[in-house]
T-cell receptor
């Protein structure tokens, strides 16, 4: 089982460029999440989805968009990259809502630099 | 607002030197407290979930405990392969899809 797969692993963007971070999971999990991790900070939730066709904002959604057309895929879109979006991005999934003894399974991250 | 504070920020141990990592939290009704391990360049990996004060869970050299205000991750006779960043997160009881609040993590280095 591959678990949660994120691509690309690394990316450098110029200010104002756009890109999509890809995330796919093969565990048939309903819940999927996007987090960002900045140095010395805790993981912050950007967006999450409770199933195909359903998405909702997390703690820091500004500058990002998501879609969930299938159970497996949950891409994160950056439309106009800004230096403040330099971070490591993690995608995660869980079988049910996290509080139901359903831990998060994380991918290995995408390290994004915006210059 | 839920808050998680982990201490110390970094901890250096000699192989075999037992110690504890602290996670203090404030939450509006605890639904669960989670410990994750994160290796450099990797995503966090789930270790434990604790639900109520007094609960304990063990896995190899790790034991997690929970009180009403804090959780401890006890490491007994650590080995160099235990070196990693340990993350604590809480989920409050504020709705069906209430989110996790993560601490900043504790970076553990174990010297051989």
């Amino acid at each position: 089982n591959a678990g949660v797969t994120q691509t690309p692993k690394f990316r450098i963007l110029k200010i104002g460029q756009s890109m999509t971070l890809q995330c796919t999971q093969d565990m048939n999990h309903n819940y999927m999440y996007w987090y960002r991790q900045d140095p010395g900070m805790g993981l912050k939730l950007i967006y999450y989805s409770v199933g195909a066709g359903i998405t909702d904002k997390g703690e820091v959604p500004n500058g990002y968009n998501v879609s969930r057309s299938t159970t497996e895929d949950f891409p994160l879109r950056l439309e106009l990259a800004a230096p403040s979006q330099t971070s490591v991005y993690f995608c995660a999934s869980s079988r049910r809502s996290t509080g139901s003894n359903s831990p998060l399974h994380f991918g290995n991250g995408t390290r994004l630099t915006v210059t | 607002e839920d808050q998680v504070t982990q201490s110390p920020e970094a901890l250096r141990l000699q192989e075999g030197e037992s110690s504890s990592l602290n996670c203090s939290y404030t939450v509006s009704g605890l639904r669960g407290l989670f410990w994750y391990r994160q290796d450099p360049g990797k995503g966090p990996e789930f270790l434990f979930t604790l639900y109520s004060a007094g609960e304990e869970k063990e896995k190899e050299r790790l034991k997690a405990t929970l009180t009403k205000k804090e959780s401890f991750l006890h490491i007994t006779a650590p080995k160099p392969e235990d070196s990693a960043t340990y993350l604590c997160a809480v989920q409050g009881n504020t709705g069906a899809n209430s989110k996790l609040t993560f601490g900043k993590g504790i970076t553990l280095s174990v010297r051989p």
